[in-house]
């Protein structure tokens, strides 16, 4: 596709800052990882303005999101005590503490109001760009806290996000009383991390009961098993009862390349019988090979059914506006190395898979491979050929519904 010079290039905007990166590097669970990020992208020269023909980036500073954007979804009891800076020293009361989540897996830490104010308020500047008709991708990676709940962290998850940008984009898509003639917008909230997505999909579950053309779609893609987090019974294979708008596909231990690229099949079906004007995509990586997590053997890129391959068809071949998150991803090195190549393949340029490093302050973390690449592992792929089938059947009767829901 050419661009002619007087036709503007479509806009990427990227949602960064110095304060972001500094209070999203403070995360527990994600130490350092966010400046790992976006140094890896701006030594790549994904920041230079001459990078694409194609799509030009726009580097975004976040707003800080106020109480009520916050309280949108959050509850105020939550907000109050997460947002008071009082609250982060150790003596803080216990009983809310456990209330609030705030323990084992989700500690307090110095700088957690503003990390809340920033990561909720750096997804919802990500959406007001999408408001501006040259902006057809927005990228922030700090964003995809998928686990977070109304009044509880969760996961590693503190604010939201996702569910946050989810509400914001369906006011601003809203027709306004007198247009009965506009189509409804349509968002599809699709999640690639290791983990489900139950925060998202738990607020969102059965709210399309209400409506005759209903407006949002989640389907996420994880892991599932007993014992692995998040229990819920949403993350099962749908059968023909569930609400075929809150979607899971639950892959077993080692879901490799050849896995993904036959159940994106799936994921084609929904999106087309669902047809959305807008995609969210959680892009959470700790289903990569080398993750400390070690369950999935999923490589970045481009072989068909990687992760690279999979967004880059939601990217480049879907219609629409795309919201990319970022999410788990627990080698840091490994999950800049994936976003700075989704963020080149957003920008209408990927890169190499074997691009080298660039020598940078934080060079020797990419050791031994110094390149792109983070490639699969030795693991079994345990998604058999009778399993993989059992998952074809199941959207079979949801692709269906869909359908019909959507013609109502
Ligand atoms: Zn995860």
New binding site residues.
């Given amino acids: 596709m050419s661009t002619s010079n007087s036709e503007p290039r479509p806009i990427v905007a990227y949602v960064a800052s110095l304060e972001l990166m500094k209070a999203s590097s403070l995360l527990p669970s994600n130490k350092n990882r966010s400046t790992l990020v976006h140094t890896l992208a701006r030594s790549l020269g994904l920041f230079a303005p001459d990078f694409s023909l194609t799509r030009t980036i726009a580097l975004v500073p976040p707003q800080s999101a106020g109480f009520a954007e916050l309280n949108s979804y959050h509850t105020k009891e939550y907000l109050d005590f997460v947002l008071d800076p009082k609250n982060m020293t150790t003596d803080s009361e216990d009983a809310s503490k456990t209330e609030f989540g705030l323990e084992d897996d989700c500690p307090m830490f110095e700088g957690l109001p503003d990390y809340v104010r920033l990561v909720g308020g750096a997804s919802l500047t990500a959406v007001k760009m999408l408001r501006n008709p040259r902006c057809d991708v927005a990228i922030c990676w700090d964003g995809g806290r998928h686990h977070a709940q109304k009044s509880h962290a969760s996961g590693f998850c503190y604010v939201a996000d996702c569910t946050l940008a989810l509400m914001a984009l369906r006011r601003f898509t809203e027709p306004s009383p007198s247009g009965e003639t506009s189509r409804k917008m349509r968002t599809m909230y699709l999640d690639l ?3 489900f997505s139950d925060g998202v999909s738990h607020a969102f579950h059965k709210t399309s009961n209400t409506s005759n053309s209903p407006h949002l779609l989640t389907f996420s893609i994880h892991h599932a098993a007993p014992g692995f987090f998040p229990a819920s019974p949403l993350a099962n294979l749908p059968t023909p009862d569930d609400d075929p708008f809150s979607l899971s596909l639950p892959l077993k231990q080692g879901a490799s390349n050849r896995t993904f690229a036959r159940v994106w099949n799936c994921v084609e079906r929904v999106h087309a019988a669902f047809d959305p004007d807008f995609i969210v995509l959680q892009c ?1 990586v ?1 289903g990569l090979a080398g993750d400390p997590c070690a369950i999935f053997n999923w490589s970045l890129g481009p072989e068909e059914g990687s992760l690279g391959w999979c967004i880059n068809r939601v990217i480049n071949e879907w219609r629409g506006k795309k919201l990319l998150l970022g ?2 991803g627990y080698d840091s090195p490994n999950a800049a190395r994936a976003w700075a190549y989704v963020t080149s393949i957003a920008l209408g340029n990927p890169l190499s898979i074997d691009t080298q490093i660039p020598d940078h302050p934080y060079f020797p973390l990419y050791a031994p491979s110094f390149i792109l690449e983070v490639p699969a592992g030795n693991m079994q792929d345990q998604n058999s050929e009778d399993y993989l089938h059992t998952i074809d059947k199941a959207f079979d009767d949801v692709v269906a519904t869909i359908a019909r829901r959507m013609t109502e």
């Fill in positions: 991390d290791l983990h959470g700790d999410g788990g």
